[in-house]
T-cell receptor, first 115, second 110 residues
Framework: ETGVTQTPRHLVMGMTNKKSLKCEQH?????MYWYKQSAKKPLELMFV???????ENNSVPSRFSPECPNSSHLFLHLHTLQPEDSALYLC??????????????FGPGTRLTVL | SQQGEEDPQALSIQEGENATMNCSYK?????LQWYRQNSGRGLVHLIL?????REKHSGRLRVTLDTSKKSSSLLITASRAADTASYFC??????????FGKGTTLSVSS
């Protein structure tokens, strides 16, 4: 257990569905992240939140919509996804964003399959 | 954009042998970290080395950093079957978050 939980662990959805991924951290961290991990590709940084404000959005399609209501919770809202969006979505947190040299703690991930 | 590049992509060894993985990166960094990922799971932090350090140890792990060559290596000594996983280097060059390489898949057979 890393102190970062993600739900659901597995999700299968059609291209017209709307679903949300949830991440919760119990570490008192101020920064939270969404990463996408596809087969045979490096982890792709999607979004960064620091103190509940989005500080980075790495050219992610608008069908992915993040939400950070407080420093402990992070959501990724999904709508009209494409089959190529099937991947492992990882949430992470760290004490601060930026080059403070703090390690990141990852959740177990949500395995998303888009049919 | 990808910052770290691990080499080799895959490594198969016997229990008891040492495993060495390398990471090269492109731009200046403040620190470099190594993470481990068991199949289909989240990543777990292993070790962090700062740009002014050349070598660091943690248990059976030894990490080196050569900033002049923009490279790092991770050595796992006396490998065990439980070390079977993917290993990633990550750098902070992006500023706000860690950027990861593609990883090295290590398989340790008994």
């Amino acid at each position: 257990e890393t102190g970062v939980t993600q739900t659901p662990r597995h999700l299968v959805m059609g291209m017209t569905n709307k679903k949300s991924l949830k991440c919760e951290q119990h570490l008192g961290h101020n920064a939270m992240y969404w990463y996408k991990q596809s087969a045979k590709k490096p982890l792709e940084l999607m979004f960064v939140y620091s103190l509940e404000e989005r500080v980075e959005n790495n050219s992610v399609p608008s069908r992915f919509s993040p939400e950070c209501p407080n420093s402990s919770h992070l959501f990724l809202h999904l709508h009209t996804l494409q089959p190529e969006d099937s991947a492992l979505y990882l949430c992470a947190s760290s004490l601060y964003a930026g080059t403070s040299g703090k390690e990141a703690f990852f959740g177990p991930g949500t395995r998303l399959t888009v049919l | 954009s990808q910052q770290g590049e691990e080499d080799p992509q895959a490594l198969s060894i016997q229990e008891g042998e040492n495993a060495t993985m390398n990471c090269s990166y492109k731009t200046s960094i403040n620190n470099l970290q190594w993470y481990r990922q068991n199949s289909g799971r989240g990543l777990v932090h292993l070790i962090l080395i700062r740009s002014n350090e050349r070598e660091k140890h943690s248990g059976r792990l030894r990490v080196t950093l050569d900033t002049s060559k923009k490279s790092s290596s991770l050595l796992i000594t006396a490998s065990r079957a439980a070390d079977t996983a993917s290993y990633f280097c990550a750098t902070d060059a992006a500023g706000t978050a860690l950027i990861f390489g593609k990883g090295t898949t290590l398989s340790v057979s008994s």
